[in-house]
């Protein structure tokens, strides 16, 4: 208890100094120097004060003592602890981690750096971090975002889309990939692929999906663009066309109705030529593609999402071709085929 401290007799802001001296603990523990360094003039400037210090005012007057650290002495004075310091120290930093982990846009290195510039909640990061848009789009619907989307909702979700893709085109065909055709209960989101018969490029598909997301937009089934369509943008292995958003889910549209879900949504374009190939990324999962794209290469061959290509050794020193020569990109069951490997199914990709 504070009553039978000893060390109060001897210093009038001993309780102060020891919960500075706690913060200052933990910025030691995370490496922000510049605020061990205030901490310690603090500190040092207060044990050497004869009365006891107890409002901001008069806290500011002293030496090395600035307008926040005045701040925060006068709440240790007056509640006896301080906020900023229960943060610190009642949740641990991976699980602060965890949490600003599961923020949309936010990879290991940001969310490492806001750890240790001392945020701990999503509320001190909309108040103080400077945020993308992105990143603010997945703080203010952090919860929806997080949340599984039930089987039933995805197959609703993705039949108000094909029914108003079948407006515009029907002759573009659209089919929900990822966890959904894997068969899973819930999906993390909706992965559409958008193909149409008889294309080669992407390009030729570009002005559909544009038309189609100023029409669901317009409907108000998408809500927010994370990633926009770029029709240039056709890195050698990373996407070509593809769009980000959110959507909800037209029926529960209505004022009366309770506040819809906002629910993770992609497009991927893809040309009829490269549908196979396709699919067989958009489909997954992650772990099943990376032991897929390993045999192609022990096997002298490379798959990427546009299609399954031989290595082809050219050039002074046979140097590898960046693509090599297309072996296979329209038909996914070929492609296994010319792997060698046997058929799975969706559902039967897991890993
Ligand atoms: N994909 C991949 N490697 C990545 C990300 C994605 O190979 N780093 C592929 C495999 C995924 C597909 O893209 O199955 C869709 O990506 P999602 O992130 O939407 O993952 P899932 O649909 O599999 O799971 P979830 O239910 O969480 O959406
Ligand atoms: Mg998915
Ligand atoms: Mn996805």
Redesign the pocket.
Known sequence: GRKDNPTQLQNPNSRTIEILQSMCDYYTQINDHWRILAYRKAISTLRRQTSKVTTEEEAYTLPSIGKRLAMKIEEIVSTDKLRRLDYANDKPLDQVLALFLKIYDVGTSRANKWVAQGFRTLQDLKDKAPLTTNQRIGIDHFDDLNT??PRSEVTALGDYVKKEAAKLDPDVELLV??????G?E??????FIVTKKDTTSVGELVPFLKELIDVLTEKGFLVATLAALHSSRQGKDGPGSKWHGCCVLPASNDAAAAKPIWR?I?FLLVPESEYGAALI??????????SLRLLASKKGMRLN?RGLYREVMRGPGRVKVREGELVEGRDEKRIFEVLDVKWREPWE?WC
Do not use: A
């Open positions: 599984r989307i990939g990822g966890s959904y055709r894997r899973s819930s999906s993390g989101d909706i992965d993770r992609d990324y958009f489909t997954g999962n992650d772990i099943f593609n990376r999402q990709r």
